[in-house]
């Protein structure tokens, strides 16, 4: 755990170091399971950091996650957004990946079998004029074999993003 801790500061004081792009707070709302018979609502809150770790422009982000049968999932990792065109406003592409720290909510939902899930996510966002986005995430959730008990799931999402 204390590694874990250890990573969400380090992560944290980066995206404070510089600002070549915006950091972006989002929201989202959608559907955990899906797929299955038992979907269920999921929402939640991220921050994206402003600075980009490499040559590559990957932005740390860090993120809360919540079902409607009260599980959690807090998570954080890197993230890329690429643009289709030069203009300010269009459509983008964006990718992240990273770990997180899951608490089964005893509910409905998928228990995803350990603590230790790992989220992959893709996605279309637009970009605005006023810098603000809207966005069509896909991500899968899964502890990648860590236990004999690896389900997985896979998530929809709609989000939100306003600049900081």
Not at 22 to 29: L, N, Q, R, S, T
Request: charged content about 15%.
């Amino acid at each position: 755990m204390k590694k874990f801790t250890l990573m969400l500061v380090s992560l944290g004081l980066c995206g404070l170091l510089q600002a070549e792009t915006p950091a972006f707070g989002k929201v989202f709302i959608g559907t955990v399971d899906v797929g299955k018979p038992n979907q269920d609502s999921q929402y939640g809150l991220e921050y994206q950091f402003s600075q980009g770790l490499t040559r590559y422009q990957f932005q740390p982000f860090a993120g809360v996650l919540r079902t409607r049968a009260s599980s959690h999932y807090l998570y954080t990792g890197l993230s890329r957004t690429s643009k289709f065109t030069n203009s300010d406003t269009g459509l983008a592409v964006h990718f992240a990946f990273g770990p997180g720290v899951y608490f089964y909510g005893d509910g409905s939902d998928t228990d995803l079998g350990h603590w230790f899930e790992l989220r992959t996510s893709a996605g279309l966002l637009w970009n605005f004029a006023d810098d603000t986005r809207i966005g069509l995430h896909f991500s899968h959730l899964s502890n990648a074999s860590v236990t004999e008990v690896n389900p997985g799931t896979e998530l929809v999402s709609f989000t939100y993003e306003l600049p900081f």
